[in-house]
Every structure is written in C-alpha cells, then in structure tokens.
Nanobody
Framework: QVRVVESGGGLVQAGDSLRLSCAASGNTFTHRAAGWFRRAPGKEREFVAT????????DYADSVKGRFTISRDNARNTVYLQMNSLKPEDTAIYYC?????????????????WGQGTQVTVSS
C-alpha cells in the first residue's frame, strides 16, 4: 500500500522559514515526479512546486518563485519544500503528491498519490 506522509508544518511569523518533508513508503518515489500543493482557507487546492525524479528540473507557482525551493533525496525517499520569507498569504494546508511517471505537472488530477497534508500558519 502506498503511503505518503508530510511533516514540518507549524505556526511561524511573517519573514520566517520552514522546511516541509514528504516521506513515502517503498518505491513510491522511484522514477516519479513529485509535487507540493496547498489549500488556503476558503480556497481551492493550488499548485506550489514540482520536481522530476532526478531533481534536475523544477517548476514553481509565480506566487512562491524566489522564496520556495523544492528538492529531493531519493536515497531517503523524501521530497522537501524549503519555504523562506513566508507571508500570511502562504497560510494553508500543504500536500505532497506523487505522479506515476517522471513528467513535471502543475495539474492536480495528474498526481496519483497524496498525503494527508500539514498545516502551515503564518502570522503577521
């Protein structure tokens, strides 16, 4: 059974940093792209960042470019999201997702496996 688990969320102040982690069971990440999405209160889930299996290619939502960095350690079956210069509008539940191939995608429906999410709250 595939299991994807996020961690690292919390309550921080504007300008602070957080690093989210996403761990997966077995070979879930093997030769598969992964991504981070988020859902803010009262809004729909939206794309944040994505990374290929090799880690050589990434893509970001315009709202987080220059502040967030997605990376992965395939030996540890873990994907990370480093979030710097956090803003109150970054407050959301952050979800890790895994595709079934190596292609980057911004589209929610193209991800097969999802975690339960981790809450990030940024106070002003």
């Amino acid at each position: 059974q595939v299991r994807v688990v996020e961690s690292g969320g919390g309550l921080v102040q504007a300008g602070d940093s957080l690093r989210l982690s996403c761990a997966a069971s077995g070979n879930t990440f093997t030769h598969r792209a992964a991504g981070w999405f988020r859902r803010a209160p009262g809004k729909e889930r939206e794309f944040v960042a994505t990374i290929t299996w090799s880690g050589s290619n990434t893509d970001y939502a315009d709202s987080v470019k220059g502040r967030f960095t997605i990376s992965r350690d395939n030996a540890r079956n873990t994907v990370y999201l480093q979030m710097n210069s956090l803003k109150p509008e970054d407050t959301a539940i952050y979800y890790c997702a895994v595709r079934t191939d190596e292609l980057l995608s911004l589209i929610i429906d193209e991800y097969a496996y999802w975690g339960q999410g981790t809450q990030v709250t940024v106070s002003s």
